[in-house]
């Protein structure tokens, strides 16, 4: 089982352009969340999905920010037209359950915008 | 205002030596417990996971404990070693399948 894969682990952008973050669970897990860390901070959430439903994205910010989790492939955090304030790691965690049962964390994707 | 609060921010000590990191967290409903180990440039590992019910729990040389009645938390590291050197984080989960909140970590540093 290789747990949970994020990628790519570091991706640097220019402001304007478009990040796409994956995150493929573990196997048997069909429950993603999405968290952003900013430096010295906390991990703050940001969204919730299960296979091809948005459950909870009360953390999203409300522009330019989207998730995804189609039936086939990982799930994709997308971010549009990033600034520098975007610049974070970003980290996926999935679960069997709602109630976080086995909940497991990727190793992040640390975006830098330039 | 659902929030967990760590203390200190940061720690150095010597190898060998034992430490306690706090936590305390105004969250309700409460539903566990967790700490976590989160190596630089690494996502956060499960340490503990403490319900409501439980005060005290240990995995190798860590030893979580909690009191629901104070809503604080602590954290004890044994006989320390330099892997040990990491950000350790408290987080506290409320109800169902909402997300976890998390504190900001306390930095350990363990010095040869």
């Known amino acids: 089982n290789a747990g949970v894969m994020q990628n790519p682990r570091h991706l640097v952008r220019r402001r304007g352009q478009e990040a796409r973050l994956r995150c493929s669970p573990m196997?048997?897990?069909?429950?993603v969340y999405w968290y952003r860390q900013l430096p010295e901070e906390g991990l703050k959430f940001m969204v919730y999905?299960?296979?091809?439903?948005?459950?909870?994205e009360s953390g999203m910010p409300k522009e330019r920010f989207s998730a995804e989790f189609p039936k086939e492939g990982p799930s994709i955090l997308r971010i549009q037209q990033v600034v520098r304030g975007d610049s974070a790691a970003y980290f996926c965690?999935?679960?069997?359950?709602?109630?976080?049962?086995?909940?497991?964390f990727g190793s992040g994707t640390r975006l830098t915008v330039v | 205002k659902n929030q967990v609060e760590q203390s200190p921010q940061s720690l150095i000590i010597l190898e060998g030596k034992n430490c306690t990191l706090q936590?305390?967290?105004?969250?309700?409903?409460?539903?566990?417990l967790r700490w976590y180990k989160q190596d630089t440039g690494r996502g956060p590992v499960s340490l503990t996971i403490?319900?409501?019910?439980?005060n005290t729990k240990s995995n190798g040389r860590y030893t979580a404990t909690l009191d629901a009645d104070t809503k604080q938390s602590s954290l004890h590291i044994t006989a320390s070693q330099l892997s040990d050197s990491a950000s350790y984080i408290c987080?506290?989960?409320?109800?169902?399948?909402?997300?976890?909140?998390f504190g900001a970590g306390t930095r350990l540093a363990v010095h040869p």
């Open positions: 987080v506290v989960t409320s109800g169902g399948y909402n997300k976890l909140i």
């Open positions: 196997k048997g897990h069909s429950h």
């Open positions: 936590c305390n967290y105004t969250v309700s409903p409460f539903s566990n």
């Open positions: 999905l299960q296979k091809e439903n948005i459950i909870d």
């Open positions: 965690a999935s679960s069997r359950t709602g109630d976080h049962d086995g909940y497991t």
């Open positions: 403490m319900t409501f019910s439980e």
